[in-house]
Nanobody, 116 residues
Framework: QVHVVESGGGLVQPGGSLRLSCAASGFTFSVYAMSWYRQAPGKERELVASINSTADSSNYADSVKGRFTISRGNVKNTMYLQMNSLKPEDTAVYYC?????????WGQGTQVTVSS
């Protein structure tokens, strides 16, 4: 019944933009902190950005700060990641995470490839 589904990934040229979405259902989305993680080939999973339940606080990895923007709509039960000025180093599978009081839900991921 719990579903966390990412979408919006794809192939984009360096300098381009993508907007990822994470649609959640089966739990009380509005009380969960939400995060985007990514995992590139040969690298460990890393936290990209996070946003608290009320959307008044967010954090970003240094590598994406100033280029990516995390947001959420609690009415729509959806989290977003606007990615601008994309670099080849951003190539990874991007995962949506929901967390509340030690409970974690993960999506299956969406592939982002930045290449010429």
């Amino acid at each position: 019944q719990v579903h966390v589904v990412e979408s919006g990934g794809g192939l984009v040229q360096p300098g381009g933009s993508l907007r990822l979405s994470c649609a959640a259902s089966g739990f009380t989305f509005s009380v969960y902190a939400m995060s985007w993680y990514r995992q590139a080939p040969g690298k460990e999973r890393e936290l990209v950005a996070s946003i608290n339940s009320t959307a008044d606080s967010s954090n970003y990895a240094d590598s994406v700060k100033g280029r990516f923007t995390i947001s959420r709509g609690n009415v729509k039960n959806t989290m977003y990641l606007q990615m601008n000025s994309l670099k080849p180093e951003d190539t990874a599978v991007y995962y949506c995470n929901a967390r509340h009081r030690g409970t974690n839900y993960w999506g299956q991921g969406t592939q982002v490839t930045v290449s010429s």
